[in-house]
T-cell receptor, first 119, second 115 residues
Framework: SAVISQKPSRDICQRGTSLTIQCQVD?????MFWYRQQPGQSLTLIAT?????????ESGFVIDKFPISRPNLTFSTLTVSNMSPEDSSIYLC????????????????FGPGTRLTVL | AQSVTQPDIHITVSEGASLELRCNYS??????LFWYVQSPGQGLQLLLK??????LVQGIKGFEAEFKRSQSSFNLRKPSVHWSDAAEYFC?????????????FGQGTILTVHP
Protein backbone atom coordinates (compact mmCIF):
# COMPACT_ATOMS: atom_id res chain seq x y z
CA SER A 1 0.00 0.00 0.00
CA ALA A 2 0.98 3.62 -0.41
CA VAL A 3 2.40 5.81 2.35
CA ILE A 4 0.10 8.76 2.95
CA SER A 5 0.97 11.86 4.95
CA GLN A 6 -1.12 14.82 5.99
CA LYS A 7 -0.15 18.30 7.12
CA PRO A 8 -0.83 19.69 9.62
CA SER A 9 -1.50 16.83 11.99
CA ARG A 10 -3.55 19.15 14.17
CA ASP A 11 -4.41 22.81 14.47
CA ILE A 12 -6.42 25.20 16.58
CA CYS A 13 -8.02 28.02 14.62
CA GLN A 14 -10.18 31.05 15.23
CA ARG A 15 -13.67 31.24 13.79
CA GLY A 16 -13.91 33.04 10.48
CA THR A 17 -10.48 31.94 9.31
CA SER A 18 -9.54 29.26 6.79
CA LEU A 19 -7.20 26.28 6.99
CA THR A 20 -5.66 24.31 4.14
CA ILE A 21 -4.86 20.66 4.75
CA GLN A 22 -2.37 18.87 2.55
CA CYS A 23 -2.35 15.20 1.58
CA GLN A 24 0.75 13.69 0.02
CA VAL A 25 1.14 10.15 -1.31
CA ASP A 26 4.45 8.47 -2.08
CA UNK A 27 3.05 6.80 -5.21
CA UNK A 28 0.81 7.90 -8.03
CA UNK A 29 -2.82 7.01 -7.34
CA UNK A 30 -5.91 7.29 -9.43
CA UNK A 31 -8.39 8.40 -6.81
CA MET A 32 -8.15 10.61 -3.75
CA PHE A 33 -10.96 11.28 -1.32
CA TRP A 34 -11.58 13.61 1.63
CA TYR A 35 -13.59 12.55 4.68
CA ARG A 36 -14.76 14.30 7.81
CA GLN A 37 -15.08 12.65 11.21
CA GLN A 38 -16.95 14.82 13.67
CA PRO A 39 -16.40 14.21 17.39
CA GLY A 40 -17.76 10.82 18.41
CA GLN A 41 -19.06 10.18 14.91
CA SER A 42 -18.25 7.99 11.97
CA LEU A 43 -16.63 9.11 8.75
CA THR A 44 -18.53 11.03 6.11
CA LEU A 45 -17.27 11.51 2.58
CA ILE A 46 -16.87 15.17 1.67
CA ALA A 47 -15.70 14.86 -1.92
CA THR A 48 -13.69 13.00 -4.50
CA UNK A 49 -10.61 14.95 -5.58
CA UNK A 50 -10.28 14.71 -9.35
CA UNK A 51 -6.92 15.30 -10.95
CA UNK A 52 -7.02 18.22 -13.31
CA UNK A 53 -10.70 18.99 -12.82
CA UNK A 54 -13.16 20.15 -10.20
CA UNK A 55 -13.82 17.91 -7.24
CA UNK A 56 -17.06 15.94 -6.97
CA UNK A 57 -18.90 16.88 -3.78
CA GLU A 58 -21.32 14.79 -1.76
CA SER A 59 -24.70 16.01 -0.69
CA GLY A 60 -24.40 18.61 2.02
CA PHE A 61 -20.90 19.76 1.06
CA VAL A 62 -20.17 22.68 -1.26
CA ILE A 63 -17.11 23.98 -3.03
CA ASP A 64 -17.27 27.42 -1.44
CA LYS A 65 -16.93 25.89 2.02
CA PHE A 66 -14.52 23.07 1.16
CA PRO A 67 -12.48 23.98 -1.92
CA ILE A 68 -10.28 21.11 -3.05
CA SER A 69 -7.32 21.01 -5.35
CA ARG A 70 -5.56 18.08 -6.97
CA PRO A 71 -2.78 19.29 -9.23
CA ASN A 72 -1.21 15.86 -9.82
CA LEU A 73 -1.52 12.16 -9.02
CA THR A 74 0.26 12.35 -5.65
CA PHE A 75 -1.06 15.49 -3.96
CA SER A 76 -4.31 17.11 -2.89
CA THR A 77 -5.44 19.90 -0.60
CA LEU A 78 -8.66 20.53 1.27
CA THR A 79 -9.46 24.01 2.55
CA VAL A 80 -11.97 24.55 5.31
CA SER A 81 -13.21 28.09 4.75
CA ASN A 82 -14.78 30.63 7.08
CA MET A 83 -14.58 28.19 9.95
CA SER A 84 -17.02 27.87 12.81
CA PRO A 85 -16.85 25.63 15.89
CA GLU A 86 -19.08 23.14 14.04
CA ASP A 87 -16.16 22.49 11.71
CA SER A 88 -14.13 21.01 14.54
CA SER A 89 -13.44 17.51 13.28
CA ILE A 90 -10.80 15.12 12.09
CA TYR A 91 -10.26 15.45 8.35
CA LEU A 92 -8.85 12.42 6.57
CA CYS A 93 -7.71 11.85 3.05
CA UNK A 94 -7.75 8.45 1.44
CA UNK A 95 -6.37 7.04 -1.78
CA UNK A 96 -7.31 4.26 -4.13
CA UNK A 97 -5.86 2.75 -7.25
CA UNK A 98 -2.08 2.73 -7.38
CA UNK A 99 -1.07 3.36 -10.96
CA UNK A 100 1.94 1.05 -10.68
CA UNK A 101 3.09 -1.86 -8.58
CA UNK A 102 0.58 -4.01 -6.68
CA UNK A 103 -2.93 -3.19 -7.81
CA UNK A 104 -5.17 -1.85 -5.10
CA UNK A 105 -8.30 -0.92 -6.91
CA UNK A 106 -11.48 -0.94 -4.87
CA UNK A 107 -9.55 -0.57 -1.61
CA UNK A 108 -9.01 2.76 0.10
CA UNK A 109 -6.06 3.54 2.32
CA PHE A 110 -6.19 6.42 4.76
CA GLY A 111 -3.85 9.09 5.92
CA PRO A 112 -3.29 9.78 9.63
CA GLY A 113 -5.83 12.61 9.70
CA THR A 114 -5.79 16.27 10.66
CA ARG A 115 -7.45 17.15 13.94
CA LEU A 116 -8.99 20.61 13.68
CA THR A 117 -10.36 22.59 16.60
CA VAL A 118 -12.18 25.85 15.91
CA LEU A 119 -12.61 28.29 18.80
CA ALA B 1 -31.83 3.36 1.40
CA GLN B 2 -28.37 1.83 1.41
CA SER B 3 -26.91 1.63 4.88
CA VAL B 4 -24.37 0.01 7.16
CA THR B 5 -25.24 -0.81 10.76
CA GLN B 6 -22.97 -1.66 13.62
CA PRO B 7 -25.44 -2.48 16.41
CA ASP B 8 -22.93 -2.33 19.26
CA ILE B 9 -21.61 1.12 20.09
CA HIS B 10 -19.33 -0.10 22.85
CA ILE B 11 -18.05 -3.57 23.73
CA THR B 12 -15.91 -4.55 26.71
CA VAL B 13 -14.02 -7.82 26.87
CA SER B 14 -11.30 -9.29 29.03
CA GLU B 15 -7.88 -9.85 27.62
CA GLY B 16 -7.67 -13.36 26.18
CA ALA B 17 -11.40 -13.60 25.58
CA SER B 18 -12.91 -14.05 22.15
CA LEU B 19 -14.43 -11.15 20.26
CA GLU B 20 -17.15 -10.69 17.70
CA LEU B 21 -18.14 -7.30 16.28
CA ARG B 22 -21.31 -7.16 14.26
CA CYS B 23 -21.93 -5.46 10.94
CA ASN B 24 -25.06 -5.54 8.82
CA TYR B 25 -25.61 -3.89 5.49
CA SER B 26 -28.57 -2.99 3.36
CA UNK B 27 -27.77 -2.94 -0.35
CA UNK B 28 -29.45 -4.25 -3.46
CA UNK B 29 -26.47 -6.35 -4.48
CA UNK B 30 -23.55 -7.80 -2.57
CA UNK B 31 -21.25 -4.89 -1.85
CA UNK B 32 -17.54 -4.91 -1.27
CA LEU B 33 -17.02 -5.11 2.50
CA PHE B 34 -14.24 -3.80 4.70
CA TRP B 35 -13.20 -3.58 8.32
CA TYR B 36 -10.97 -0.73 9.48
CA VAL B 37 -9.51 -0.02 12.91
CA GLN B 38 -8.79 3.40 14.36
CA SER B 39 -6.55 3.62 17.39
CA PRO B 40 -6.76 6.75 19.55
CA GLY B 41 -5.32 9.72 17.68
CA GLN B 42 -4.59 7.63 14.61
CA GLY B 43 -5.92 7.32 11.10
CA LEU B 44 -7.73 4.25 9.80
CA GLN B 45 -5.92 0.99 9.18
CA LEU B 46 -7.40 -1.68 6.92
CA LEU B 47 -7.89 -4.99 8.74
CA LEU B 48 -9.45 -7.04 5.97
CA LYS B 49 -11.78 -6.95 2.99
CA UNK B 50 -14.21 -9.14 1.09
CA UNK B 51 -15.00 -8.86 -2.60
CA UNK B 52 -16.01 -12.39 -3.61
CA UNK B 53 -15.08 -16.05 -3.21
CA UNK B 54 -14.37 -17.69 0.13
CA UNK B 55 -16.74 -16.14 2.63
CA LEU B 56 -14.26 -16.41 5.51
CA VAL B 57 -11.49 -13.88 5.10
CA GLN B 58 -8.35 -13.52 7.12
CA GLY B 59 -6.87 -10.17 8.00
CA ILE B 60 -4.00 -8.66 9.88
CA LYS B 61 -3.47 -8.85 13.64
CA GLY B 62 -5.24 -12.23 13.90
CA PHE B 63 -8.64 -10.93 12.82
CA GLU B 64 -11.05 -12.72 10.51
CA ALA B 65 -14.50 -11.94 9.18
CA GLU B 66 -17.27 -14.02 7.71
CA PHE B 67 -19.61 -12.85 4.99
CA LYS B 68 -23.13 -14.27 5.31
CA ARG B 69 -25.30 -13.32 2.36
CA SER B 70 -28.49 -14.70 3.92
CA GLN B 71 -28.05 -12.44 6.93
CA SER B 72 -26.51 -9.46 5.10
CA SER B 73 -23.75 -9.57 7.67
CA PHE B 74 -19.99 -9.29 7.79
CA ASN B 75 -18.99 -9.87 11.40
CA LEU B 76 -15.44 -9.43 12.62
CA ARG B 77 -13.94 -12.00 14.97
CA LYS B 78 -10.81 -12.65 16.93
CA PRO B 79 -10.28 -15.77 19.07
CA SER B 80 -8.15 -14.12 21.75
CA VAL B 81 -8.10 -10.38 22.31
CA HIS B 82 -4.95 -8.52 23.31
CA TRP B 83 -4.87 -5.26 25.26
CA SER B 84 -3.46 -3.55 22.17
CA ASP B 85 -6.67 -4.33 20.29
CA ALA B 86 -8.48 -1.60 22.22
CA ALA B 87 -9.60 0.83 19.52
CA GLU B 88 -12.60 1.81 17.46
CA TYR B 89 -13.63 -0.53 14.66
CA PHE B 90 -15.49 0.53 11.55
CA CYS B 91 -17.30 -1.61 9.04
CA UNK B 92 -17.52 -0.04 5.58
CA UNK B 93 -19.02 -0.93 2.23
CA UNK B 94 -18.77 0.03 -1.42
CA UNK B 95 -21.55 -0.93 -3.84
CA UNK B 96 -20.44 -4.13 -5.51
CA UNK B 97 -19.49 -4.12 -9.16
CA UNK B 98 -18.18 -0.57 -9.15
CA UNK B 99 -14.55 0.38 -9.05
CA UNK B 100 -13.24 3.39 -7.24
CA UNK B 101 -16.38 3.45 -5.21
CA UNK B 102 -17.27 5.66 -2.32
CA UNK B 103 -17.05 4.10 1.13
CA UNK B 104 -20.04 4.20 3.43
CA PHE B 105 -19.11 3.64 7.06
CA GLY B 106 -21.00 2.20 9.97
CA GLN B 107 -21.18 4.16 13.20
CA GLY B 108 -18.24 2.32 14.70
CA THR B 109 -17.79 0.04 17.71
CA ILE B 110 -15.49 1.06 20.52
CA LEU B 111 -13.64 -1.88 22.00
CA THR B 112 -12.37 -1.75 25.58
CA VAL B 113 -10.10 -4.52 26.79
CA HIS B 114 -9.83 -5.27 30.51
CA PRO B 115 -6.65 -6.85 31.84
Amino acid sequence: SAVISQKPSRDICQRGTSLTIQCQVDSQVTMMFWYRQQPGQSLTLIATANQGSEATYESGFVIDKFPISRPNLTFSTLTVSNMSPEDSSIYLCSVEGLTSGSPSTDTQYFGPGTRLTVL
Amino acid sequence: AQSVTQPDIHITVSEGASLELRCNYSYGATPYLFWYVQSPGQGLQLLLKYFSGDTLVQGIKGFEAEFKRSQSSFNLRKPSVHWSDAAEYFCAVVPGGTSYGKLTFGQGTILTVHP
